[in-house]
T-cell receptor, first 115, second 119 residues
């Protein structure tokens, strides 16, 4: 069975600094997708960034980037120039088949950005 | 209304009550999902509907009964729930397309959730 592990239940960072959230996963599949979702307090979960396993280049979306290490089965999220609005739960998610309806989520990391 | 909406946002019910959660998506998608989010646990996929047909039932107890009358609406009917069913219930939708006889699903868009408390 596929599993997703987020080893940091909580993290904090000062505004304008950089923070990295870790995620590891376990699978025997090859053509999978990985995601980071953000869930702000009392607000909707939104997709932050997505990585397809067949792509060697790390995905980037503005201040958000990933470090995808396929051999190590690691998928960390780096947030640069942290802003107060980045305070949220961050969930790592895994789609074993790439384009399937089944996402496996980690338990989440609660990130607090301090002023 | 835009995106995915859910009503009610909060619900308190007794174990003998019957209630329903409603989800509506305004994105023109054809697949809809129910998830359960409990504290300190990963999101659990409960049900998936694709083109109004249920394609996934993730071993969910029968006290949860989904209904998808059309591709824009999804309900979760609740009856004789247990206190451990208290959680945030999230609805999501996505666009699915058929390629070589297989459904390929795009990014899921989530609603704000219904916070359910069972007394």
């Amino acid at each position: 069975a596929q599993t997703v592990t987020q080893s940091q239940p909580e993290m904090s960072v000062q505004e304008a600094e950089t923070v990295t959230l870790s995620c590891t996963y376990d699978t025997s599949e090859n053509n999978y997708y990985l995601f980071w979702y953000k869930q702000p307090p009392s607000r909707q979960m939104i997709l932050v960034i997505r990585q397809e396993a067949y792509k060697q280049q790390n995905a980037t979306e503005n201040r958000f980037s990933v470090n995808f290490q396929k051999a190590a089965k690691s998928f960390s999220l780096k947030i640069s120039d942290s802003q107060l609005g980045d305070t949220a739960m961050y969930f790592c998610a895994f789609d074993a088949q790439g384009g399937s309806e089944k996402l496996v989520f980690g338990k989440g990391t609660k990130l607090t950005v301090n002023p | 209304e835009t995106g995915v909406t859910q009503t009610p946002r909060h619900l308190v019910m007794g174990m003998t009550n019957k209630k329903s959660l409603k989800c509506e998506q305004h994105l023109g998608h054809n697949a809809m999902y129910w998830y359960k989010q409990s504290a300190k646990k990963p999101l659990e996929l409960m049900f998936v509907y694709n083109f109004k047909e249920q394609t996934e039932n993730n071993s969910v107890p029968s006290r949860f009964s989904p209904e998808c009358p059309n591709s824009s609406h999804l309900f979760l009917h609740l009856h004789t729930l247990q206190p451990e069913d208290s959680a945030l219930y999230l609805c999501a939708s996505s666009q699915a397309r058929w390629t070589s006889g297989q459904a390929i699903y795009n990014e899921q868009f989530f609603g704000p959730g219904t916070r359910l408390t069972v007394l």
